[in-house]
């Protein structure tokens, strides 16, 4: 019996441990110091990728036809224009639609020779839909939007790096759940909780900021860490809901043709015409060329029911010598778990959200910027490196600058308080807006989440059963 008791202590006190604030704690804190600088990387280059394609044309105005003027120059007109360009490049193209009257149609090399054996690092051209005239040749990598971009996704550092950024996407789950459980006040401390105590010094201003910031951006700084690991490791997800070939930027089916190559193939215009039998009302958004005598043309179409707006899931397949349909891929006969896998990347970019969703998402990546600085500064003044000041507001020259310097001028603070406050306000309208849309999302696609989650958990239970069967018969043996 006391053989029993004593193993019985022995099991309670990992728990009894686990279960402790203080464990916890340096959980958090640890995870700061060592992927703190990350977090704030990921956070900071995301929220700037937000906007990549609008901070592209600033950077690069050519890239903006100021008045469109006519119709646009059909798609083999403009694939001719880029052949003539680049006329050693062979294989197949990819042309994107702009998304605007005003932008110009990118048409996608993927493996030049140039950035062969990089990861990602296609060519880009960028042609004027109303002219045909190819306005630039770029390669992935070497402009400033998708170098950042690319320092978001894999740190500059290829598939290691790819890897490595997942695997941050999870430890930053669980920094933002140990800091929600050590925020925690109880019921009664909440209000104490969310104030904001500026007169009591840098640090302690620091620090509250810290605590509000990270328990407002909590919840969809979860889902941009779940959704950045998921494409990370896409196969972890399609294993789980049962789903293939949804990968972001997936083509889904590698289909050949199998029609007698001849003098007469089908052109781009007509291939387009062909792929729009099934979905007459969906919008274009690219057109891959076939490479070689068994490439087949492949229709990408957005249905006005998808959430993905830049990488639709709508995909047509048109031979290129007979000019038959040869495949159709219609989310609208996804299963639960496909339909889930086509939300992962508009959750990530906030796109499913429209342009409300793209802003707060932009907020909440710069949030996690500030919570490295106000988290680093709180540790630094604790460790003895940084002293604690006086906080105030001084106005000067109608500008509010905020300065470190002991001050009363409770006056000044005044109009900075009522700015902040219409900012506030302007802000919890924004947040009611997306809750309401979100909430509609919720109502119109919960059966599909319920029904997911299901499915989700049926295959969890049967692994881990075939688990412990696969235990005990070893076991056994």
């Known amino acids: 019996m006391t053989v029993f008791s004593s193993h019985n202590n022995a099991m309670q006190f990992p728990v009894q441990r686990l279960l402790n604030r203080a464990t916890w704690v340096k959980v958090h804190l640890y995870l700061a110091l060592i992927a703190g600088f990350f977090f704030a990387l990921m956070g900071l280059t995301g929220s700037i990728s937000v906007y990549r394609e609008e901070l592209d044309e600033l950077l690069n105005p050519k890239l903006v036809i100021e008045q469109p003027e006519g ?77 950042l971009l690319d320092l978001h996704t894999q740190l500059q550092l290829d598939r290691f790096g790819w890897n490595t950024v997942g695997i941050l996407g999870l430890l930053l789950v669980v920094s933002i759940g140990t800091g929600v459980y050590l925020w925690w006040p109880g019921w009664r401390g909440i209000p104490d909780a969310l104030k ?42 399609e294993t789980l809901v049962g789903s293939s070939g949804m990968e972001h930027g997936e083509t889904g089916r590698n289909i050949i043709s199998t029609a007698i190559p001849n003098n007469h193939p089908v052109g781009l215009e007509s291939a387009e015409f062909v792929a729009r039998a099934p979905f007459p009302r969906a919008e274009l958004r690219r057109v891959t060329t076939p490479a070689g005598d068994s ?81 680093l500064l709180h540790w630094l003044h604790r460790h003895g490196k940084v002293k604690d000041r006086d906080v105030s507001f001084i106005a000067r020259d109608g500008v509010y600058a905020a300065s470190l310097a002991v001050t ?40 599909h989440v319920v029904k997911g989650c299901t499915t989700l958990w049926q295959r969890l239970r049967s692994m881990l059963i075939n688990r412990q069967k696969r235990i005990g018969k070893n076991d056994g043996e």
Request: glycine content about 10%; overall charge positive; cysteine-free.
């Open 196 to 237: 904001i105590r500026h007169r009591a010094g840098m640090i302690r201003f620091a620090f509250d900021l810290h605590r509000l910031i990270g328990l407002l951006s909590a919840s969809i700084l979860l889902l941009l860490a779940f959704t950045g690991f998921n494409l990370s490791y896409p196969g972890v997800l």
């Open 71 to 147: 119709k646009r120059q059909s798609l083999d007109k403009i694939m001719a224009a880029v052949q003539a360009a680049h006329p050693n490049r062979y294989g197949s193209w990819t042309l994107e639609l702009p998304r605007s009257a005003h932008g110009m149609i990118t048409v996608w090399y993927d493996k030049p020779r140039e950035t062969f054996f990089e990861l990602h690092a296609p060519l880009m051209v960028s042609v004027n839909p109303y002219t045909a005239e190819v306005v630039a040749g770029r390669f992935w990598g070497q402009t400033a939007t998708t170098w």
């Open 295 to 375: 490439g087949i043309y492949r229709i990408n179409l957005r249905q006005g029911s998808e959430v993905n707006h830049r990488h639709p899931y709508t995909t047509v397949w048109v031979d290129r010598w007979s000019g038959q349909v040869k495949e159709v891929r219609d989310p609208s006969a996804f299963s639960t778990g496909e339909t889930f896998a086509t939300w992962v990347w508009p959750m990530h970019t906030g796109e499913a959200f429209g342009a409300t969703g793209r802003f707060i998402w932009f907020v909440a990546g710069i949030g996690l910027f500030v919570l490295y600085v106000s988290g």
């Open 408 to 447: 009363g001028a409770v006056s000044a603070l005044r109009p900075l308080f009522y700015r902040l406050q219409g900012m506030s306000y302007r802000a919890g309208l924004t947040l009611f807006r997306l809750a309401g849309l979100l909430l509609q999302r919720a109502k119109r696609d919960a059966p």
